[in-house]
């Protein structure tokens, strides 16, 4: 079976030499290359510089086995913002998204199934082999999760409402006191037209376990639980978990076409989101480098940043450098600080309290994805609609394992004992149903993303061969309860635990959001409190990636927003 052996290379570009940068950006992910376009279509010289030998980051498409693309790590559409997809004429530059419906499937081992989508009749008709009871309140339930998203849109599509930090113009201090009146007035007014009700109702969302949101919601235990999987993807959190309401609002908060919450894939693979961003910023005039490692900042003796050196000793100038790392690695990670390349870091520069709030932050991680190649489509035992290929159970997102939120909750424990879960979570999708541009005739690509896996497993090591492939086969065999013979379907695999997303792809601790998602995370406290407005401490340093406000998942709006505010620095329009 082919398995796939992790390399790297690594070399410099020599045009990036010889010249000061308006603007350099560390990282070539979504995030980083949506800054960039911005930047560059507001008459910025702008240079990214990404370690990998390709761009995108976590959204990226790779052919790892021969003739098999996968989306190596994100691997569905959604939250990207509709105003990144306008303003950057994305649909122009190649991006093309594959609309699923129905948009999930949950099989049973007692030989039901769910299956939910977009079309309203086929809910109802699907919830009501299970309850009537559920059947009705479920068109109310996504009716309450749009206004909560119609609330919450505003507040992802601009920075936050941050007191500036450090000396400042008097005139400064008065256009923010201004934005931040008009921020909050603006707020307040968006919940007064919610009314008393839905305000309490959208609260108790955010403060509440999605177990309690659910429960009170639905009677039918498949149903709960497979909405119960938006609220604890990424996490190392249960459904039990006070707070996990809101990473269940985050996740349909998306939109396709217009469409809220309806996920897509992307023809390509994600990467081709990333190319497209890439396109646009190459457009207006980005410079765009591969296996340009970012190992040091420069910084003057006055604590403002000076451009950064390669781990090839190339320097490259700019007095902007926007960090689409992680902030763990930003500021105390591999990506060290330098002033004048010799001078050590004073504390004046860099708070004690700013970097312990840093290097403290929750970068916990329970996830592992595997990307499959197979020579068949499952058969689900339960599901024996005929279809000569492709049935409507296999368009969505497959949830497996997931037919109660207590196998869930069971699934967690298992991880916060120090294991992997005995019976994993696992959400399977099979993108080459609808993209026939990512396999061979009559074989597809597989996703698995799989939890929980502690970072540290106190029943083996992820470096051990052994112990991965002891893991991957638990995955299967418990596919295998559900889809008999979907092991022997496996052409080979490639498998990401937490260690290998830090390791390949640059996410700290394994998250797939920078950082954790938590209440004590968010707006105003995301990354740390008292810089949630993309600067840093270091004058010049912005953060751009989904470390910062809002958060993780493929939305863009990091890169955007942090955009937005250098251009306000260097007094620069938005265009």
């Keep these: 079976m082919w398995r796939r052996n992790l390399s790297s290379s690594a070399s410099s570009s020599p045009t990036l030499k010889g010249r000061k940068w308006d603007a350099l950006v560390i990282g070539g992910g979504h995030n980083g290359l949506t800054a960039a376009a911005y930047l560059a279509r507001s008459g910025l010289s702008v240079a990214v510089l990404e370690r990998r030998h390709l761009i995108g980051g976590a959204a990226v498409t790779e052919e790892l086995i021969p003739g098999f693309k996968f989306s190596r790590c994100s691997y569905l559409q959604s939250l990207l913002r509709p105003a990144v997809i306008r303003?950057?004429?994305?649909?122009?530059?190649?991006?093309?998204?594959?609309?699923?419906?129905?948009?999930?499937?949950?099989?049973?081992?007692?030989?039901?199934?769910?299956?939910?989508?977009?079309?309203?009749?086929?809910?109802?008709?699907?919830?009501?082999?299970?309850?009537?009871?559920?059947?009705?309140?479920?068109?109310?339930?996504?009716?309450?999760?749009?206004?909560?998203?119609?609330?919450?849109?505003?507040?992802?599509?601009?920075?936050?409402?941050?007191?500036?930090?450090?000396?400042?113009?008097f005139n400064a201090r008065m256009?923010?006191?201004?934005?931040?009146?008009?921020?909050?007035?603006?707020?307040?007014?968006?919940?007064?037209?919610?009314?008393?009700?839905?305000?309490v109702d959208f609260m108790d969302l955010l403060l509440s376990p999605a177990s309690k949101v659910l429960n009170n919601w639905f009677e039918t235990d498949v149903l709960k639980a497979t909405l119960a999987t938006d609220a604890v993807i990424g996490t190392m959190g249960s459904v039990n978990t006070p707070g996990s309401?809101?990473?269940?609002?985050?996740?349909?908060?998306?939109?396709?076409?217009?469409?809220?919450?309806?996920?897509?894939?992307?023809?390509?693979?994600?990467?081709s989101v990333s190319l497209a961003i890439s396109n646009a910023a190459r457009e207006a005039g980005a410079h765009i480098v591969t296996s340009a490692e970012v190992s040091q900042l420069i910084i003057e003796d006055s604590g403002a940043v000076n451009g950064v050196l390669l781990a090839d000793g190339t320097r490259v100038h700019s007095s902007v450098?926007?960090?689409?790392?992680?902030?763990?690695?930003?500021?105390?990670?591999?990506?060290?600080?330098?002033?004048?390349?010799?001078?050590?870091?004073?504390?004046?520069?860099?708070?004690?309290?700013?970097?312990?709030?840093?290097?403290?932050?929750?970068?916990?991680?329970?996830?592992?994805?595997?990307?499959?190649?197979?020579?068949?489509?499952?058969?689900?035992?339960?599901?024996?609609?005929?279809?000569?290929?492709?049935?409507?159970?296999?368009?969505?997102?497959?949830?497996?394992?997931?037919?109660?939120?207590?196998?869930?909750?069971?699934?967690?424990?298992?991880?916060?004992?120090?294991?992997?879960?005995?019976?994993?979570?696992?959400?399977?999708?099979?993108?080459?149903?609808?993209?026939?541009?990512?396999?061979?005739?009559?074989?597809?690509?597989?996703?698995?993303?799989i939890q929980y896996t502690p970072y540290?497993?106190?029943?083996?090591?992820?470096?051990?061969?052994?112990?991965?492939?002891?893991?991957?086969?638990?995955?299967?065999?418990?596919?295998?309860?559900?889809?008999?013979?979907?092991?022997?379907?496996?052409?080979?695999?490639?498998?990401?635990?937490?260690?290998?997303?830090?390791?390949?792809i640059g996410l700290t601790g394994g998250n797939i959001f920078h950082g954790a998602m938590g209440l004590d995370s968010l707006f105003l406290m995301r990354p740390v409190k008292g810089w949630s407005n993309y600067r840093t401490p270091l004058r010049g340093l912005y953060l751009c990636g989904s470390g910062a406000h809002p958060g993780g998942g493929v939305m863009g709006a990091p890169g955007r927003n942090a955009a937005h505010v250098v251009l306000q620095d260097v007094k620069k329009p938005l265009n």
Aim: glycine letters at 8%.
């Design 87 to 169: 303003e950057l004429e994305l649909a122009r530059h190649g991006l093309k998204l594959l609309k699923r419906s129905p948009s999930s499937f949950t099989p049973c081992l007692d030989g039901r199934y769910l299956l939910l989508g977009p079309d309203k009749d086929l809910n109802h008709s699907e919830i009501s082999k299970f309850s009537k009871r559920d059947a009705d309140a479920y068109p109310r339930y996504e009716n309450q999760l749009e206004n909560f998203c119609k609330f919450m849109d505003p507040l992802l599509d601009s920075p936050t409402p941050e007191t500036l930090q450090g000396i400042s113009s």
């Design 175 to 199: 256009k923010n006191k201004l934005h931040k009146s008009v921020f909050w007035a603006h707020c307040l007014r968006r919940a007064f037209s919610l009314g008393q009700k839905e305000m």
């Design 245 to 271: 309401g809101y990473v269940l609002l985050h996740h349909v908060m998306g939109e396709t076409d217009g469409d809220r919450g309806i996920w897509s894939y992307v023809e390509g693979g994600m990467g």
């Design 321 to 449: 450098v926007l960090s689409n790392a992680t902030p763990y690695k930003t500021f105390t990670g591999n990506l060290q600080i330098l002033f004048h390349l010799t001078e050590l870091v004073p504390r004046s520069v860099l708070p004690d309290d700013f970097l312990r709030a840093i290097k403290y932050s929750d970068y916990s991680s329970g996830t592992t994805k595997m990307n499959l190649a197979v020579d068949t489509l499952p058969q689900f035992q339960c599901c024996k609609l005929s279809h000569p290929d492709a049935g409507p159970q296999h368009v969505g997102t497959i949830h497996i394992g997931s037919e109660s939120m207590e196998e869930i909750d069971s699934a967690c424990q298992d991880a916060v004992n120090g294991l992997s879960s005995r019976r994993p979570i696992i959400e399977m999708t099979i993108p080459s149903v609808l993209d026939k541009t990512i396999s061979p005739p009559g074989k597809h690509v597989i996703n698995l993303f």
């Design 456 to 504: 540290k497993s106190s029943e083996g090591s992820w470096e051990d061969p052994a112990y991965r492939e002891s893991f991957a086969q638990r995955c299967f065999t418990l596919i295998d309860e559900y889809a008999p013979g979907f092991s022997s379907s496996v052409i080979g695999y490639d498998m990401l635990a937490p260690p290998d997303l830090e390791r390949e």
